[in-house]
């Protein structure tokens, strides 16, 4: 009986490291295979953006280290695990000032020459 009861006594916790495993251990496993396939898998003329948030074009790919052209003729180099994630079209940001400007006031939908609605008459002065 002594054995019985000292596996009763060690099952919850038992339980409780496989249910950590599989809610913690294991997914976070898959995603770190995943990123390392993805920095294996880049190719030049992919849009990436590297971990600290920078984006750039990839030029070429020297064993473990990446060159990037962050801007027309600036280049850079990057060692693989840098690289974030492969940016799609779709996401990818407006570059050389394509995108709209967003004049908008933050937190409102009124543009910024605008006050409750009116326009600004920037001709007269406060005194």
Do not use: C, H
């Amino acid at each position: 009986m002594g054995s019985n009861n000292a596996l009763t006594s060690f099952l919850p916790l038992i339980l409780l490291v496989v249910v950590f495993y599989f809610l913690l251990i294991r997914p976070q496993r898959k995603r770190q295979q995943e990123q390392l396939r993805m920095q294996n898998s880049l190719a030049p003329g992919a849009r990436v953006m590297t971990t600290t948030g920078l984006f750039g074009d990839v030029v070429a790919v020297d064993g473990d280290d990446v060159i990037l052209e962050i801007a027309p003729g600036v280049e850079t180099r990057w060692v693989k695990a840098a690289i974030g994630r492969v940016v799609t079209d779709a996401e990818a940001p407006a570059a050389d000032g394509e995108g709209e400007k967003d004049d908008t006031v933050a937190g409102t939908a009124e543009p910024a020459d605008t006050v409750d609605g009116e326009q600004k008459d920037s001709s007269t002065k406060k005194s």
